[in-house]
């Protein structure tokens, strides 16, 4: 069965990086776009970032841009989220997804959804 298992979240301080990884099974991930999301208390689901099958492209969520990187790696069937220069408004859950690609720009739709990952960034 389709799987994508989050890992590297945690509790922080301000300013601090964070590198979260999520691991698929289940289905041709070079079919897929991958992404991530990610839901603060009391908030809707945001678009983080996303990267196409063979990493050539990438888009990233207004308020992470220049702050977090996107990448994957597809012989380990694995895609990441480097996260720099982090801040409270960033304390959320963490989502992977895979999807197809946003031809006409983000957000992009997810078929496939992990269980997430907390992020806490404290001041």
């Known amino acids: 069965q389709v799987q994508l298992v989050e890992s590297g979240g945690g509790l922080v301080q301000a300013g601090a990086s964070l590198r979260l990884s999520c691991v698929a099974s289940g289905f041709t991930f070079t079919s897929y776009a991958m992404g991530w999301y990610r839901q603060a208390p009391g908030k809707e689901r945001e678009f983080v970032a996303a990267?196409?099958?063979?990493?050539?492209?990438?888009y990233y969520g207004d308020s992470v841009k220049g702050r977090f990187t996107i990448s994957r790696d597809n012989a380990k069937n694995s895609v990441y989220l480097e996260m720099n220069t982090l801040i409270p408004e960033d304390t959320a859950i963490y989502y992977c997804?895979?999807?197809?690609?946003?031809?006409?720009?983000?957000?992009?739709?997810?078929?496939?959804w992990g269980q997430g990952t907390q992020v806490t960034v404290s001041t």
């Open positions: 997804a895979a999807g197809p690609w946003p031809i006409r720009g983000p957000p992009m739709t997810g078929d496939y």
């Open positions: 990267i196409n099958w063979y990493a050539t492209d990438t």
